[in-house]
């Protein structure tokens, strides 16, 4: 049975637990009725169904993630006399070629009769593990479910057990997410690590060329790069800065005027147009940057004189801000909704107007909100991509012209790590430095929103 199918019969089966477990409930109950039950007729459904389903999704998790690995090893049994002498290098280019042959995706050239017979080992018994795995799987479904419903009495605390459960749901999923966040941080950090022992640090951090590329052999040009990272951190700061000044006056001035200007119509009609431009894939703000706004730009600057790129990091900056708009609206808007009513009518029976009520009241109010969110709009332009490789260029210029082309940390990124590279070469370890770098700032703004808006808060509650 494949999976697909295995799902559906444990959804279609789970449904039937519940309704078993829901009725015994009723049943055990007798005479007296529901209300004699310790918990709610739906809790015990519950319960049924939560021990109906964990146990065969268990396994089948179990069998996604060591499924193959157990398989390799066994079909790599089977040729035994030939990978005894094999290095960790061979051995794992063979478990690709066997990995290849078993999907179909491609026979190589070099493979000889004990490679596909150990292929076709691999298949026999990955079809006898599916088999035993639907077997399995059903039968840990159905005795779940006996299970629960023989313990099923007026007095049992279905509604606990469901609770615990789902706390312990909970627990796991964030526990993952938290081992989730480590991994990433330590894979980036071990990898910097060995970048940082072929270029020195000082170098990486105050260099003033980027030019990561490397050459093959000695004698060739550029044959050791340079790999200061100074120029793409200052092109990253430059079109942030530009997307700042076009999102955070626009984006706030449009939260003021929606949150106490708009009738209530006129609010629910614009705003949720306005957010839509956060839906907008950055490839088609990409597009929309190469396209229309870099071109106008170099040929008003050429009208005036002066010299255009035709890629350039004004034209990426605009559209980054056009893109951030309704992150900073948003934000704004929700903090300045949660103003309490009571300081503007406190306000305007003062006597002051709608605009000192604005100016003198509101916005200092809710200014720690507002500053945290501009920070995370921040750290939102600083991590765009798309709108910069299309937009601003490639090169890594050390300019303060905005005119000019420029790249930020996260272009280089992804340039350094396209294709096969070698993951032993400064080139391709630099982006793992960068990844650390940028994380490091990204962090940095983040726990200073926090600490604005943790500091201040308190004051208007």
């Not at 079809?127 to 049992?156: C, K, N």
């Not at 057990?161 to 989730?180: G, N, W």
């Amino acid at each position: 049975m494949n999976f697909p199918l295995l799902l559906i019969v444990i959804f279609v089966f789970s449904q039937a637990a519940y309704w078993l477990g829901y009725k015994k409930a009723f049943f055990s109950a007798g005479e007296k009725g529901p209300v004699h039950l310790h918990s709610r007729p739906q809790y015990y459904g519950t319960l049924t169904v939560l021990w109906c389903v964990i146990p065969p999704l268990f396994i089948l998790v179990a069998w996604s993630v060591f499924s193959e690995t157990v398989l390799t090893g066994l079909a790599l049994k089977t040729m035994s006399e030939y990978t005894g002498n094999l290095s960790p290098d061979e051995i794992s280019l063979l478990k690709s070629d066997l990995r290849n042959i078993v999907s179909g995706r491609f026979i190589p050239p070099a493979a000889d009769a004990a490679l596909l017979e150990a292929a076709d080992h691999y298949r026999h018994m990955r079809d006898i593990g599916r088999q035993g795995l639907s077997a399995l799987a059903l039968a840990s479904m159905i005795l779940g479910t006996i299970i629960v419903l023989v313990r099923i009495r007026p007095g049992m605390r279905a509604r606990n057990h469901v609770e615990k459960m789902i706390s312990i749901t909970l627990i796991t999923c964030s526990t993952i997410a938290i081992f989730t966040t480590v991994g990433i941080v330590l894979s980036v950090l071990f990898e910097s690590i060995l970048f940082f022992q072929q270029v020195p640090v000082t170098e990486f951090l105050f260099g003033l060329k980027w030019s990561p590329q490397m050459a093959i052999r000695a004698d060739q040009v550029a044959a050791s790069g340079s790999f200061g990272a100074v120029p793409v951190f200052a092109g990253t700061v430059m079109i942030s800065t530009i997307a700042m000044l076009v999102a955070a006056p626009l984006g706030l001035m449009s939260a003021i005027y929606l949150s106490d200007y708009a009738d209530r119509k006129f609010r629910a009609a614009v705003k949720p147009l306005l957010e839509i431009l956060a839906g907008v894939p950055t490839v088609v703000y990409g597009f929309f940057a190469a396209l229309t706004v870099a071109p106008v730009i170099r040929q008003f600057g050429e009208s005036l004189g002066l010299s255009v790129s035709s890629e350039s990091a004004l034209a990426a900056g605009l559209v980054m801000g056009i893109m951030i708009i309704p992150f900073v609206m948003s934000i704004s808007d929700d903090v300045i909704n949660a103003v309490p009513q009571a300081l503007r009518d406190g306000s305007y029976a003062l006597g002051a107007t709608k605009s000192e009520t604005i100016k003198k009241v509101i916005i200092p109010a809710a200014l720690p909100g507002i500053v945290g969110g501009m920070l995370l709009a921040v750290s939102r332009a600083i991590g765009e991509t798309m709108i910069v490789v299309m937009a601003a260029g490639l090169s890594a210029n050390l300019t303060a012209n905005p005119l000019q082309a420029v790249t930020t940390v996260t272009v280089q990124i992804v340039t350094l790590l396209v294709g096969d590279q070698e993951f032993d070469s400064p080139k391709t370890l630099a982006a793992f430095a960068l990844g650390l770098l940028l994380f490091v700032v990204t962090l940095i703004l983040n726990i200073i929103a926090l600490y604005i808006v943790r500091k201040y808060r308190e004051q208007y509650e």
